[in-house]
């Protein structure tokens, strides 16, 4: 059994992109979100709509 006593608050930030219109984020805008503090947590595609969800642990 695993207890976590961490009680870490994430604030979280959605980038939705229309593959129809814009590009995918590219190399250079994903390494200035991860400089940020932003992970990618999840992708979510709705063609020709994709979401990539991120997170961060919030000061």
Same mark, same amino acid.
């Given at each position: ?12 930030? #959605? ?14 805008? #994903? ?8 992970? #990618? ?15 961060? #642990?919030?000061?």
């Amino acid at each position: 059994m695993v207890y976590v006593t961490d009680k870490s608050v994430w604030e979280y930030k #959605l980038l939705s992109r229309n593959l129809s219109k814009e590009e995918a984020p590219n190399e250079e805008e #994903l390494n200035k979100l991860g400089k940020e503090g932003w992970e #990618l947590a999840g992708v979510f595609t709705d063609s020709p709509f994709v979401y990539f969800y991120f997170k961060r #642990l919030k000061d």
